[in-house]
C-alpha cells in the first residue's frame, strides 16, 4: 500500500462520510451523488470507482478480505465478527462476495 492509494482511499471515504462520524450511510452516498448533479450513468461511474476502491483484485466483486484490507486501510479497526456482520448484510444472493449490484443496491436502496 503505498502513500497515494492510502490517500485515495482516505479521500472517497470522507467525501462520502459527510457528517465526519466514521460511518458512511446510504442517504450520505444518496446527497454526494446529487451534490454532483449527475444523471444516472455517472452515478454509475461514481459507484464503479467506489467499488474499485474495495476490489483490490479487479475481480468485479468484493470479498471478505478485500473488504477487510479496504476498511483497515481507511483506519476502521474491525474485528471478524463485525466484518461477517457486514458482508451478511451486504452478500444478499449469499455467495460471500459483494458484486457491484449488490454494492449499488447497499448504497442507494
Ligand atoms: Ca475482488
Ligand atoms: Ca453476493
Redesign the pocket.
Known amino acids: 500500500m503505498n502513500e497515494l492509494k492510502l490517500k485515495e482511499y482516505k479521500e472517497v471515504f470522507s467525501m462520502f462520510d459527510k457528517n465526519k462520524d466514521g460511518v458512511i450511510t446510504s442517504c450520505e452516498v444518496g446527497e454526494v451523488l446529487e451534490s454532483f448533479e449527475s444523471n444516472k450513468d455517472e452515478q454509475d461511474e461514481e459507484l464503479q470507482a467506489a467499488f474499485k476502491i474495495f ?9 471478505k478480505s ?1 473488504l477487510k484490507s479496504a476498511l483497515v486501510n481507511l483506519g476502521e479497526n474491525i474485528n471478524d465478527k463485525n466484518l461477517n456482520l457486514i458482508i451478511e448484510t451486504i452478500d444478499l444472493d449469499g455467495d460471500g462476495f459483494i458484486s457491484f449490484e449488490e454494492f449499488k443496491k447497499f448504497v442507494c436502496p
Open positions: 476490489d483490490l483484485d479487479g475481480t468485479g466483486r468484493i470479498s478485500e
